[in-house]
């Protein structure tokens, strides 16, 4: 077999610098052979080039050597056991993101608040966020597993609540009854309401005997028509965490898509908007807002201020986001697969919505988890001073309002304990937002 492929390279007219090539693997084979390993067979100078050593399927040691050796290179086979792993850019960004504890503590916080407040409130509160009571402005009611004897109870309970009126001071005073204890039940049936606003139910997480009208539990007092704090607080979430979301995902596409179409087109339409810009941003912006909500009729339905409100918030937040995202379309719009797309005859449209907008995902991710927070903290201040929404609205905002009056933290200190709610979800958007913004960049050593 080896005589007729030496009369096959004999056949071949091979000068010069093939010739030299011959010659240096025949050595080459030679040292193989002193080696006791077995030579590759001889080069076709008429075949393409071999690809290199690196770029070859795994293979075992000792064709590795003899690979390594007709090559010319060190005859040193590779670690066993390593093997090289390619990962996405998204996976290595969750892969940050998970040594990040606060962002996750954050996630964590902001979940459960959106699954509680704004998913499921109802079943969570032990109430209805307009029930009424007779126990005006009554204080918190605490949970016992021990009664006033010391006699331990598996289920816990609370006592019941006796008002008085001091005729002197014109005050309401409120006594704990140990001789009434009323058991806390789970998954009690109470008043009815439609889960999602589409399944009718009645089950509550908690709450007490629903047949006794003198059973009642108060986790942080009632406001002063009776009704429970905490069932409000939850009730109230589903506004305040709801106007930031809507308000944030407005804000995101109007943002994105004119900063987009901005840095793109460039010329008159790059002008006209980024002047807009200037424009809303040359206005202070709680000014801009409060002048802005001070114009919405007081006669309109709940409903209607609700997305007002949000309109507004958008409004006057995409600015920012449009200039940014503008500049990330300027540096973008020269990158090479942009180019290809428009050598292929892609739409502007395409190009924008395909391949501009989805580059500049990452920054946008991390804009709207720390803009949520601000859009909370705004509408909670538009109601607190009179000018967001109002009663009998139930929002965070509209709480703080209640709460914020002198009689109130006079006689009914326990109203503030909203303020620890609005303190922990801006906290744990923040926290996210932190997160996100460092593992969007896995590249950095940070």
């Known amino acids: 077999m080896s005589d007729e492929k030496d009369d096959e390279l004999d056949d071949v007219d091979i000068e010069g610098k093939d010739r030299e090539i011959l010659e240096g693997y025949e050595t080459k084979v030679e040292t193989a052979k002193e080696g006791a390993i077995k030579p590759l067979a001889p080069p076709d100078p008429l075949a393409a080039p071999p690809l290199p050593t690196e770029a070859r399927p795994e293979a075992s040691p000792e064709q590795f050597a003899a ?42 916080l902001i979940l459960t608040f959106y699954l509680v407040c704004v998913v499921f409130p109802e079943f969570f509160a032990p109430y ?26 598996l289920r816990p309970f609370v006592y019941g609540l006796e008002g008085e009126i001091d005729q002197a001071t014109r005050t309401r005073t409120f006594t704990i009854d140990t001789t009434k204890q009323y058991p806390i039940h789970f998954l009690v049936p109470a008043e009815e309401y439609k889960l999602l606003g589409l399944i009718p139910m009645k089950r509550h997480l908690f709450g007490t005997d629903p047949n006794d009208s003198e059973a009642n ?35 995101l596409f109007l943002g994105t898509v004119l900063g987009a179409v901005s840095g793109y087109y460039g010329g008159v339409v790059d002008t006209i908007i980024q002047r807009t810009t200037e424009f809303l941003t040359a206005f202070p912006r709680e000014p801009l807002f409060l002048a802005l909500a001070a114009a919405i009729p007081v006669d309109w ?14 409004f006057i937040s995409w600015g920012g986001l449009a200039r940014q995202v503008r500049s990330l379309v300027l540096s973008g719009r020269e990158n090479q697969y942009v180019l290809a797309a428009q050598s292929f005859g892609a739409s502007d449209r395409r190009i924008i919505f395909r391949h501009l907008i989805p580059s500049t995902m990452s920054h946008v991710i991390v804009i709207s988890t720390l803009a949520i927070p601000g859009m909370i903290l705004l509408e909670t201040a538009l109601s607190f001073l009179g000018l967001g929404l109002q009663a009998p609205v139930v929002s965070w905002g509209v709480l703080l309002n209640e709460g914020g009056t002198l009689r109130a933290i006079r006689f009914a200190p326990h109203l503030l304990l909203i303020v620890p709610f609005i303190i922990v979800a801006v906290l744990a958007f923040n926290m996210l937002g932190d997160g996100l913004r460092d593992a969007m960049d896995p590249y950095s050593g940070r």
């Open 217 to 251: 539990i108060f986790m942080m007092g009632t406001d002063r028509l009776g009704r429970d704090f905490f069932s409000r607080i939850i009730h109230g979430g589903r506004i305040s965490l709801t106007i930031g979301l809507v308000g944030v995902s407005m804000t």
């Open 67 to 108: 690979e390594a050796l007709a090559a010319g290179e060190p005859a040193t086979p590779p670690p066993p056991g390593r093997q090289q792993i390619s990962q996405s850019y998204w996976s290595l960004v969750w892969w940050k993101f998970r040594k990040n504890r606060l962002a996750i503590v954050g996630g964590i």
């Open 301 to 314: 339905p709940h409903t209607r201020t609700f997305f007002m409100i949000t309109f507004l918030l958008a």
């Open 128 to 153: 209805s966020a307009a029930r009424e009571s007779p126990f005006l402005e009554a204080p918190l009611t605490r949970p016992h597993f021990f009664d006033a004897e010391g006699n331990f109870h």
